[in-house]
């Protein structure tokens, strides 16, 4: 008896999700996609930048209810990591750069999310 109730909340529990969970519609949601530079340093190694490659056709995508470009700075070690506001358009140019490295080793990756759904396909 105890097996059949099991089997049966079970059942009652899946088929309520499955009238739940809906996905959004295609007009609601955008699909991105994302490039990223990283690089690594030593101790004291001085300041570094790198590019994150920009798609062709592609624009920068808004973090989501927002204005503000979707983007990531993961970084390791005792450094200081940003977005370069100087060598960074957010249209054609995206600059990552970090201060020097005070901790054994540094490792960094800027990561940028686009928005390629205008491209002709």
């Not at 699909?31 to 530079?37: D, G, I, Y």
């Not at 570094?48 to 808004?62: D, E, M, R």
Request: hydrophobic fraction near 30%; proline fraction near 4%; glycine fraction near 6%.
């Amino acid at each position: 008896m105890k097996r059949y109730s099991f089997m049966a909340l079970m059942l009652i529990g899946l088929w309520s999700l499955s009238t739940t969970a809906q996905a959004q519609p295609l007009s609601e949601s955008t699909a991105t996609t994302e490039q990223v530079c990283s690089f690594g340093m030593a101790k004291g190694e001085a300041s570094q930048s790198c590019q994150v490659p920009f798609p062709t056709g592609c624009l920068v995508a808004n973090i989501p209810g927002t204005d503000k470009p979707w983007t990531t700075v993961s970084k390791g070690g005792k450094t200081f990591c940003r977005f370069d506001e100087k060598a960074t358009d957010w249209k054609t140019k995206i600059t990552g750069s970090c201060s020097r490295c005070k901790s054994d080793h540094c490792s960094v990756q800027f990561i940028v999310r686009y928005d390629c759904s205008q491209q002709s396909h």
